[in-house]
């Protein structure tokens, strides 16, 4: 978590709890299935953006979120850490 804190800094989100908060809109960084792999017997990680249901009250801000995780290039798997 700290790692991906200093890659938000200066950005509108912040840590909040056990994710992050991004305008209002709280998100965590999450595996969300597995991509099967020929190296791995489990498969690789398919990680993703996890929202409440609430957030899509708000899709301009998801797309917001989205688009900043994209220009800070977050969604790569090794800017992840755990």
Do not use: C, Q, Y
């Not at 249901?53 to 969604?75: C, H, M, Q, T, Y």
């Amino acid at each position: 978590m700290w790692s991906l804190t200093g890659k938000f800094h200066g950005t509108p989100v912040k840590a909040a709890g056990d994710g992050f908060e991004f305008d209002g809109v709280p998100f965590k960084l999450a595996v969300v299935g597995l991509e099967p792999s020929r190296f791995s017997e489990d498969g690789d990680p398919i990680w993703g953006v996890v929202l409440d249901s609430s957030a899509l009250n708000w899709p301009e801000k998801i797309s917001g979120l989205l688009d900043l995780l994209v220009r800070l290039a977050i969604l790569e798997e090794d800017d992840i850490p755990f």
